[in-house]
């Protein structure tokens, strides 16, 4: 695919201020539809970064031929359903963390996407913190040793 065309649902925070801008900032993408529950707020966006245009239903989103991956930004109790019919509908998948609530919600996402030769991915963008790339060092480094639990406060990165 030379050129992938966005579809968001859940155009709040997370995708105003972290993944979402980068779907249409990269070259060979595009941000294309927007749905968000509260139709204004989801206009607003659409106006806001002048890029899309709003749809009235997940469905409607996901069963567009303008789209070929829906970015899923909503609330985690909601990613597995999504994330499932957006892939049945032929889409590929990218999913904010968490990606579900469960390892047996994930395996199902994951087992939808092999059926429907789809991608599915987990937006993670905390991995490039100045914080988890010395802890990733630290590790590979061995002067630790080798870890069997971690904790991290990762809310100054």
Known sequence: MEHVRWGVVGAGHVCENMSGPPLYLVAHS???LVHR???EEGEEFV???GKGRYVDSFSELVQSSD??????ATPTELH???AIGALEAGKHVLVEHPMALSSESCE??????GKAKRKIGVALYRRGYPSVEKVKTVVQSGLIGTPIAASVNDEFP
Do not use: G
Not at 67 to 72: L, T
Not at 108 to 113: C, G, K, P, T
């Open 108 to 113: 199902r996402m994951l087992r939808a996407a």
């Open 37 to 39: 529950r509260n139709r």
């Open 80 to 82: 597995e359903e999504q």
């Open 67 to 72: 789209i070929d991956a829906v970015y899923i």
């Open 47 to 49: 106006i806001r970064h």
């Open 30 to 32: 595009s941000l294309e």
